[in-house]
């Protein structure tokens, strides 16, 4: 097991490691401007200049001494974080419901499918004048365009998974003499389930796409902004670690909700093992 491990982690490395190289090899040669595309070890030592410093937390007896990174990489991540998280929670949150509602309901989606479809083709960076003119500056845009991002993908997703539950169930069930209520909490939800999962793991990755643009908007703080902040003085090196660190976060939350799905759905057929 470990020697499968190894094995697929170095083959899943190998061409990241390729493409460094490459262009490690670019940038030594001189066949590209180092002020436009720097080397990844100037982008790295810029990454750990990002990151860093360490600054040193000592209590007031003097117990102790606690290293701690007060550099502006941790502070930027857990504020798009922060705004991540309240986005798609509100998004979400809006969109489970209602998306359940529609699927279970022929009268209702057929009410509100002609205005989903009119406003899902409209991409979140389109709201951000009307969000700066309804909130201002600062968190609350932000995080209403992050809400827009992730309550579509939610949405359609639950819809569909509520709409295409078996038939044999529904009919087996109502020979039964099931009621609607147990049918759609028994049935419905559950079978819907792993199509809800799927359309929360891609709302997230959403909500982490529109967190990057409204934070060079609407906010002085961010990964975003700092990326805004970085083209301003032409600092290549740091404009490519923000998006290195962008990268590095939005995999750890997809790993992330891959695991919780396959936690929530080890009954789901093609999951068990």
Same mark, same amino acid.
């Given at each position: 097991?470990?020697? +499968? ?8 490395? $190998? ?22 595309? #720097? ?13 860093? #410093?360490?600054?040193?937390?000592? #209590? ?19 504020? =798009?974080?922060?705004?991540?998280? $309240? ?9 489970? #419901? ?16 002609? /205005? ?14 009307? =969000?700066? /003119? ?12 992050? =809400? ?15 709409? *295409? ?7 087996? $069930? ?14 419905? /939800? ?15 990755? *959403? ?7 409204? +934070? ?19 600092? =290549? ?34 999951? +068990?093992?």
């Amino acid at each position: 097991m470990r020697r +499968e491990w190894w094995r697929d982690f170095l083959r899943g490395v $190998a061409v990241p490691l390729l493409v460094v190289a490459f262009w490690q090899s670019l940038v030594s040669l001189q066949l590209v401007n180092s002020q436009i595309l #720097p080397s990844p070890l100037a982008v790295l030592a810029r990454w750990w200049a990002y990151l860093a #410093p360490l600054e040193a937390y000592r #209590p007031a007896d003097g117990s102790w001494v606690a290293w701690v990174l007060s550099g502006e990489l941790p502070n930027d991540a857990v504020a =798009s974080l922060m705004r991540v998280f $309240a986005g798609f929670a509100i998004g979400g949150g809006l969109a489970l #419901p209602l998306g359940l509602l529609m699927g279970a309901n022929k009268q209702i989606f057929g009410l509100l499918n002609p /205005l989903v479809q009119i406003f899902r083709p409209i991409p979140p960076i389109a709201f951000i004048p009307l =969000s700066i /003119l309804w909130f201002g500056l600062g968190n609350p845009p932000a995080i209403f365009l992050i =809400s827009i991002g992730a309550f579509f993908p939610v949405l359609m997703n639950t819809v569909t998974g509520v709409q *295409t539950v078996d038939g044999i169930y529904i009919r087996a $069930a109502r020979n039964l003499g099931v009621r609607p209520w147990t049918m759609f909490t028994r049935i419905m /939800l559950p079978a819907a389930t792993p199509y809800i999962l799927t359309g929360a793991r891609i709302g997230m990755g *959403t909500a982490f796409i529109v967190v990057i643009v409204s +934070e060079m908007i609407a906010v002085n703080s961010g990964l975003g902004f700092r990326i805004l902040e970085a083209r301003e003085y032409f600092w =290549s090196d740091k404009i490519i670690a923000g998006m290195f660190s962008i990268g590095v976060l939005g995999l750890g939350i997809d790993v992330a909700m891959s695991r919780l799905s396959r936690v929530l759905l080890k009954w789901h057929r093609g999951l +068990e093992s």
